[in-house]
T-cell receptor, first 113, second 114 residues
């Protein structure tokens, strides 16, 4: 069964600190993996996309990693800012006839001043 | 417009009433998606339109839910005989061609069924 599991469910850190969010998936055959950021009251916005051959991708202070062998991805946030408070959603696409996409439930990140 | 727009932003209705939610995708995007997000929960897939292909309705929770996409652009999600458990944020997204691509989300419609 295609699944995407994210951890932790929620996380609280102080402004300026770093953090890492995890995503494990069982989607097969794998096509790509995306991380989205969803601010409260808004729709998700894409942060990064990685295909099978890519193992790291950066977008400013956000760095995503992918280990296609262990089917794990992480999103590392450096020098967190108050505006990073949001839900971070891992989304994995399957490379098959139906092109299914599977959403994780997200990690809720709270940045405290 | 430059992004996906949805209307209304908020909708309060009485149990048993029908509601229609509208989505205007990004111009030129052939793929359109509807999702539901309950408070504090992840995104729940509802329906997917891609060009002229038959829509993927596998996520619709009951026959009270239906959606149309007219002329390959604007889409309407209709919920008949609304129930309190239908209260959620309904998000629409579009992408250029298909599900393998980045989706661009609208701001959502917040539905409250009293």
């Amino acid at each position: 069964k295609n699944q995407v599991e994210q951890s932790p469910q929620s996380l609280i850190i102080l402004e300026g600190k770093n953090c890492t969010l995890q995503c494990n998936y069982t989607v097969s055959p794998f096509s790509n993996l995306r991380w989205y950021k969803q601010d409260t009251g808004r729709g998700p916005v894409s942060l990064t996309i990685m295909t099978f051959s890519e193992n790291t991708k950066s977008n400013g202070r956000y760095t995503a990693t992918l280990d296609a062998d262990t089917k794990q991805s992480s999103l590392h946030i450096t020098a967190s800012q108050l505006s990073d408070s949001a839900s971070y959603i891992c989304v994995v696409s399957a490379m098959n006839r139906d092109d299914k996409i599977i959403f994780g439930k997200g990690t809720r990140l709270h940045i405290l001043p | 417009g430059a992004g996906v727009s949805q209307s209304p932003s908020n909708k309060v209705t009485e149990k048993g009433k029908d509601v229609e939610l509208r989505c205007d995708p990004i111009s030129g995007h052939t793929a359109l998606y509807w999702y539901r997000q309950s408070l504090g929960q992840g995104l729940e897939f509802l329906i997917y339109f891609q060009g002229n292909s038959a829509p993927d309705k596998s996520g619709l929770p009951s026959d009270r839910f239906s959606a149309e996409r007219t002329g390959g652009s604007v889409s309407t999600l209709t919920i008949q005989r609304t129930q309190q458990e239908d209260s959620a944020v309904y998000l629409c997204a579009s992408s250029f061609l298909n599900r393998g691509e980045t989706q661009y989300f609208g701001p959502g419609t917040r539905l409250l069924v009293l």
